[in-house]
């Protein structure tokens, strides 16, 4: 077993697919798509601002001699449908330069990849732009996209021309992998170059910024559900003592002490007095 560091984190992430000849054979898996570049800008922006966000593409291609757009985003949550076709979009947008002409001359695609779970637990899911009839056939004339990839989800109708990346992406999240399981050489060059002992001070420095955030994150997040929590049992209490419950069986009922009862019910007396 080859001992590794999680594809979660986005740094991590970020130092493997930024490699030109591991992100273009990425691309020709999931787009089959021959892209020919020399370089994967991270942390990509636009001047302008769209829609009062501006933009940042976690890595980003182009190929200007076949004019074609990739980008490829790591999600680590699940707020990210929204978000990541807002960017997709605007790499479009980017491009229309005056009214006279509103079609990019550059295909834009955009390849989404969770490396935590989804809700709707599905390993791949599509959004094409391309306008179609009643019967699903499209037109050919807008060749945008973005595919959402979830590797937690992978099953035996993921295609096959990816199904082997998506389970090497799953397959480092416990931080070891077996790397003779693997047949890519490309695959297996992720491993060497995610592997234990290749992270550098400053690369583990960012993994443990990203993990105190999560952190943060998740704290603010549940302190939000306790609150709401907490407002939901007193406005039940608040009902019990406008229909004149004795404050003992509403404190039995609904885990308040007296004196946060006789607060709400000194607030009741208030807002009628108003």
């Not at 020919?36 to 966000?53: A, C, P």
């Not at 479009?92 to 390849?111: A, G, H, L, M, W």
């Not at 399981?181 to 420095?205: C, G, M, Q, T, V």
Request: proline share 3%; charged share 35%.
């Amino acid at each position: 077993m080859k001992q590794v560091v999680s594809l979660q984190y986005d740094v991590i992430f970020k130092k493997a697919f930024s490699k030109p000849e591991i992100f273009t054979a990425f691309v020709k898996a999931v787009l089959g798509i021959e892209l020919e570049i020399t370089e994967v800008e991270t942390e990509k922006t636009f001047n302008q601002e769209i829609g009062r966000v501006k933009s940042r593409f976690d890595l980003f291609a182009e190929d200007v001699k076949n004019r074609v757009i990739v980008d490829i985003q790591h999600a680590q949550h699940k707020d990210f449908y929204a978000r990541f076709l807002h960017y997709h979009c605007m790499a479009i947008v980017e491009q229309v330069k005056n009214s006279k002409d509103y079609r990019p001359q550059t295909k834009v695609f955009t390849i989404v990849v969770l490396t935590s779970e989804s809700k709707e637990e599905k390993d791949v899911l599509t959004i094409d732009f391309d306008p179609k009839d009643l019967q699903g056939k499209g037109i050919g004339k807008i060749p945008h996209k973005v595919i959402y990839l979830c590797p937690a989800f992978v099953n035996e109708n993921t295609p096959l021309e990816y199904r082997e990346w998506l389970d090497a992406i799953n397959d480092t999240l416990d931080g070891e992998v077996d790397d003779t399981h693997y047949e890519n050489k490309i695959i297996k060059a992720i491993f060497d170059l995610i592997e234990e002992d290749s992270i550098s001070p400053e690369e583990r420095y960012e993994m443990f910024e990203e993990t105190h955030r999560q952190e943060e994150i998740e704290e603010g997040e549940q302190k939000g559900v306790q609150k709401g929590v907490q407002k939901g049992v007193q406005k039940v209490a608040k009902n019990m003592l406008v229909k004149g419950l004795d404050f003992e069986s509403i404190a039995e009922l609904t885990g308040l002490s007296l004196s946060e009862i006789e607060k709400l019910d000194n607030s009741i007396l208030n807002d009628a007095e108003k």
